[in-house]
Every structure is written in C-alpha cells, then in structure tokens.
C-alpha cells in the first residue's frame, strides 16, 4: 500500500494522519509518480491552519515533489515530448506531495534533468518561480542596483541567482550569520534591522531600482518607500496589508496573474537548474514518517537551505 500525509481538522501538524491508500490509476492526461523526494515549503502549514473556501477535509498535504514515473495514463506527453515509465520528473502546483506515491495531471509534470539531484528538484519551483515572478513584476533589468530584504531565504537565495542570470545588482538583506551565504550567491549583504536604510544606500553607492520584499517587517517596508521612488517597482510577497496601504505591489500564488506567469516560467527554471545557473541549497532531509519534525524545524526560522522528505 502506498502512504500520504492528510490533514484531518483545520490547525497545525497535530491533526495530520500518515495513512495507507490506493494509488488511482492514470487516466487520459495524467502520469502516477513514485516520489522519491517531496519538498517542503511554509504554504504546506500555512494553507491548512483555518478553513478554506472549496477545499474540503482531509486535505492531502504538499505541492512539490521530484520521483520516477510508475505509470502513465492514454494520450499523455510530458511537456512538449514522450515520456516512459522509469522517467525521471518533477512536479510542482500538484496535491498530495507527502506521500510514496501521487497520480496528478501530467501537465504539472517536466523532465527531470539528470545532473539535478531529487531532493533539489523537489524544491525548486515554488520558491523559483515566486522570485521570478518578483524581478518580473518590478521590471528589473541588466545593469541595475536593487535591494532585497531577506536575501538568505530560499525566495531569497533563488532571486540572487536569478538577478546574476540577468546582470542585476543585489543589496541584500540579513543576519551576519547569512552574510556569507549571501555572497555566495551573489548579494552584497547588509545587516537588517534599524538604520537598515542608511546602510542599502551606502552599500549601493547608487540609485536603488527596485525593492523585493520577502520577510515583511515594518522596517523592511519603510526602507523600500525610502529608497525606491516608484511604488510599481516595490513589490512584497508578506505583507499584503502594507502593499494596500502603501499603494505598492504585492504577489501571491493564489492570484490568477501570479499563476499564469508561475506556470509559464517553470520549465526554463528547470533549464537553468539543469545548467548549474539555479541551485537550490539543502539544509536537512527527513523520512516520510517524521514530516511533523521536518515541519517543525521548517517553521523554527532560518532552516539554512530547503528541506525534503525522503520516502
């Protein structure tokens, strides 16, 4: 029998159940994969923590997840070719992510390249293309200087490799701790926190372009309105509150235009992950069985890379 994580009551991880299933056989459209790495991503808790209109209990719970396709339904393709069973894939935008095995539309399903690991794989796309969506929204462009607050998470982590991709420069917001992190990947860190202002200008020497916002602190947002004169080119992906206020953008996945362009720009992230221009850093892998642990130390803050469950 395969496993899958559902939660059974609206509320935290105390009311998910590991239960045995049937696996639906593929029909017209759809592949079954069996998972070798599921993601983790905050959406997984946050979406279940109150109740949501249409959606109905259980829920199956995760959106990401990298594996080998084990069956594939009539008339079906995988991205723009054929595909066979022992195929590689990912899949993201998908239900039912913490499990052994899923069926799912093979629309959500590409090509897994070869040089990219699963547990990688499996976190790729949610955090990849909400950063895309980010440098998209804002219109940043070769040759300039932005700032972006919470450079050392995963969101943040993906805009720097995606800003180098486009020859933009990143002033990047976070702990001295994440400094080295940041350079990594390409950012000029500066310390976060009061005065924070004052050290993106001097660290830019420049006009700042744009401002990206991923962990929505007051002192974040009003060193964006500070720094960046048109509010088009601020956008958060936190604070949707203060984006209403202010009068500057915010984005989120449940937003129709945020899942069109999302959808669309999924296989050329697998492009550049594929290519070594878009990693996805790891923290901790975890078995199926302890998806409440992993989601625990997922929640804690500051986790140092993804994490994946390992069924």
Known sequence: MAQRWVARAWGGTENWDLEEFEVADPGAGEVTIRI????????????????RTGVNLPV???????????AIGPDTLIGSGTAAVGDEVLAFRVQGGYATHLTVPAKHVFAKPASLPHEEAANLLLAGATASQMLDVTSVAAGETIVLHGASGAVGVAVLQLARHL??????????????????FGGIPVTYGPGVMD??????????????????????????????????????????????????VWIAGAQPESTVYRDAVRQSLIGLAGAGALRVPIARTYPLADARDAVAFLMRGHPGGKIALLP
């Open 36 to 51: 070798v790495a599921a993601g983790l991503n905050p959406a997984d808790l946050k979406h279940l923590s109150a109740p």
């Open 60 to 70: 199956p719970i995760g959106y990401e997840v990298s594996g080998v396709l084990s």
């Open 167 to 184: 020859d933009v420069r990143v002033i990047g917001t976070a702990s001295e701790a994440s400094f080295d992190r940041v350079r990594e």
């Open 199 to 248: 050290r993106v200008r001097e660290a830019a020497g420049t006009d700042v372009a744009a401002s990206l916002d991923a962990v929505g602190t007051g002192e974040a947002i009003d060193a964006s309105l500070a720094l960046v004169k048109d509010r088009a080119r601020i956008v958060t992906i936190v604070s949707p509150a203060r984006a209403k206020a202010d009068g500057f």
